[in-house]
């Protein structure tokens, strides 16, 4: 069993920036995909990024592109979400998720979820 525990999250104004960190615990591997989804109020949750295990391979939606960067540190078994310019648009839970894959994984398909960090951007 793996263990994802997201933090970061916050208020912050348009333009602003937020860094998101989701660390992992447990049976953790190397070898794992993570992506970082989100999910606004009365909305589906959708994927924002995906890194592949390696770090060398990324997915971004095109909502986030340009704006967002995903990044990882295998050493501290922790992935980041770098935000900027971020707009009223981005609110949401956002949620790490985790799967033993050495790909990048785009769907939902995870193996993995943590409990999500709220992100609120003000106007």
């Known amino acids: 069993q793996v263990q994802l525990v997201e933090s970061g999250g916050g208020l912050v104004q348009a333009g602003g920036s937020l860094r998101l960190s989701c660390a992992a615990s447990?049976?953790?591997?190397?070898?794992?995909?993570m992506g970082w989804f989100r999910q606004a109020p009365g909305k589906d949750r959708v994927i924002v990024a995906a890194?592949?295990?390696?770090?060398?391979?990324?997915f971004y939606a095109d909502s986030v592109k340009g704006r967002f960067t995903i990044s990882r540190d295998n050493s501290k078994y922790t992935v980041y979400l770098q935000m900027n310019s971020l707009k009223p648009e981005d609110t949401a839970v956002y949620y790490c998720?985790?799967?033993?894959?050495?790909?990048?994984?785009?769907?939902?398909?995870?193996?993995?979820w943590g409990q999500g960090t709220q992100v609120t951007v003000s106007a």
């Open positions: 998720a985790a799967d033993p894959s050495i790909v990048v994984v785009t769907t939902s398909d995870y193996a993995y």
């Open positions: 447990g049976r953790t591997s190397r070898s794992s995909a």
């Open positions: 890194i592949s295990w390696g770090g060398g391979n990324t």
